[in-house]
């Protein structure tokens, strides 16, 4: 769904820190902070916790792209090209 890294640039893109983003998206800082530091290939929490969070940066403006989507958007991104 959001990999940890997307969610540090996401936040990096929008200026924000981890406290911010919990504030906006309704859930815990500690939450952000484990999510944030996940080694996963994707963050591991409640459905419903991480919809908020993706929720919330959707609000914000932000477009998280897949592995093989699209961007839908218009603006300016960043996307992480395969390992050579």
Do not use: F, Y
């Not at 919809?51 to 897949?66: F, N, P």
């Amino acid at each position: 769904m959001i990999s940890a890294a997307q969610l540090r640039a996401a936040r990096a893109l929008l200026g924000i820190d981890q406290k911010k983003l919990a504030e906006m998206a309704g859930v815990s800082l500690p939450t952000i902070q484990r999510m944030e530091a996940s080694k996963e290939e994707h963050v591991r929490g409640v459905v419903s916790t991480l919809t908020k969070i993706v929720e919330a940066l959707d609000a914000a403006g932000i477009e998280l792209i897949g592995n093989g989507q699209p961007s839908q958007g218009n603006g300016r991104g960043v996307r992480l090209k395969e390992p050579r």
